[in-house]
DNA sequence: CGCATTTCGATACAGCCGTTGCGTTACCCA
DNA sequence: TGGGTAACGCAACGGCTGTATCGAAATGCG
């Protein structure tokens, strides 16, 4: 998988190589899809949030992390180290497989849930201190904040540097920043 | 395609029904992903976006209009109308297709940015008028917005209501709100 | 009308995913 | 140690996408 990516993963030589029959595997993971997907749960790193009482800072630190990590997906199973077609890779692969069947979307939207449950609580401890605007849940924040990140991934295909990162960081606590310091600092 | 879905949208059955050889949809079409983004563009209809002058009530209806695209599109093949699963349909194959090949993501793409490139203008207009922060650019603005909106089809699979939309807006726009209007309405 | 070029059709085929049927091996436990 | 159950292996197959080959039809043009 991560040599020839999606496409030349072929389930006839992975059984070859495994040295294994088919119906083995086919035992164990019902579809290609599911194959798929317990291969990115493993690759998957774990990603930590810190929650330093910066909330900016922490979310900057995650949603880069994030960022890279999506980055590094994107190019699995292509050989240039600096390929730079806008393709969405594995991901778009992952969506599309979570689509399909029913079970792969629950285990895809549980992967995706463990890491997003993170900078909620910063999130929520960011609120409590007043360096957020009541009135909006922290779930809507974070769709904003993930969900421009997978909208530049996956649709636009838009370059996503660290620079993004940070306007996209600004223009989501501008309102508790000119809340606290009015001059717009 | 919309009687059955991706999957059972078989190639050999479309040149059956149009009476015609193999070999020719191959060659107008080079790919099922191809034929398929090219029955998308034919299905998506036409949204506008207003300019009244009013950036929080266009960018509502704008994105309620988005909003209920996406989920008619993500019916599409399924036959009971009330089908309540949480699956992209066939937005996330058309995902996967544009990933796959280069000149479908080129079209892919380009569909999206037709109907993204609307909103910019009345987002620009409002920063004018001084409604939204500066320094922030509109694209920006707008990943968060379509961003949450595909990030909850895609990957969460969660709902998008009306209220989720109107919640989104007041969100990217309390900024604009708490510096025009500090008294927080 | 005659001819060349382009387009289309039909069939067969390769590669892949996923399934079926059945025989064989490994394992567990009395 | 023996027997029964569970897991595995093997080969063949069906359905699908995409390709190749070659023949037939249509179209444009002098």
Same mark, same amino acid.
């Given at each position: 998988m991560t040599e020839r990516g999606y496409d030349g993963f072929a389930i006839d030589e992975v059984v070859a190589r495994a040295s294994v029959a088919k119906t083995t595997l086919y035992r164990r993971w019902p579809s290609k899809d599911h194959l798929l997907v317990a291969l990115v749960a493993r690759i998957q790193d774990e990603v930590e949030v810190a929650d330093t009482g910066d909330i900016r800072r922490d979310l900057t630190v995650y949603l880069t992390a994030v960022a890279t990590g999506l980055d590094r997906m994107r190019r699995? %199973?292509?050989? %240039?180290?600096?390929?730079?077609?806008r393709s969405a890779g594995v991901v778009a692969e992952l969506v599309a497989a979570a689509a399909r069947h029913p079970d792969v979307g629950d285990a895809v939207r549980g992967m995706f849930a463990r890491r997003n449950a993170l900078p909620l609580r910063p999130l929520d401890r960011a609120r409590e201190r007043g360096a957020l605007p009541t009135g909006i849940s922290s779930e809507v924040v974070f769709d904003q904040l993930a969900g421009a990140l997978y909208y530049r991934l996956l649709i636009t295909g838009a370059p996503i540097g660290a620079d993004y990162v940070q306007e996209l960081v600004d223009q989501v606590l501008s309102t508790a920043t000119t809340a606290s310091h009015p001059d717009g600092t």
């Amino acid at each position: 998988m991560t040599e020839r990516g999606y496409d030349g993963f072929a389930i006839d030589e992975v059984v070859a190589r495994a040295s294994v029959a088919k119906t083995t595997l086919y035992r164990r993971w019902p579809s290609k899809d599911h194959l798929l997907v317990a291969l990115v749960a493993r690759i998957q790193d774990e990603v930590e949030v810190a929650d330093t009482g910066d909330i900016r800072r922490d979310l900057t630190v995650y949603l880069t992390a994030v960022a890279t990590g999506l980055d590094r997906m994107r190019r699995v %199973g292509r050989d %240039g180290a600096g390929e730079a077609d806008r393709s969405a890779g594995v991901v778009a692969e992952l969506v599309a497989a979570a689509a399909r069947h029913p079970d792969v979307g629950d285990a895809v939207r549980g992967m995706f849930a463990r890491r997003n449950a993170l900078p909620l609580r910063p999130l929520d401890r960011a609120r409590e201190r007043g360096a957020l605007p009541t009135g909006i849940s922290s779930e809507v924040v974070f769709d904003q904040l993930a969900g421009a990140l997978y909208y530049r991934l996956l649709i636009t295909g838009a370059p996503i540097g660290a620079d993004y990162v940070q306007e996209l960081v600004d223009q989501v606590l501008s309102t508790a920043t000119t809340a606290s310091h009015p001059d717009g600092t």
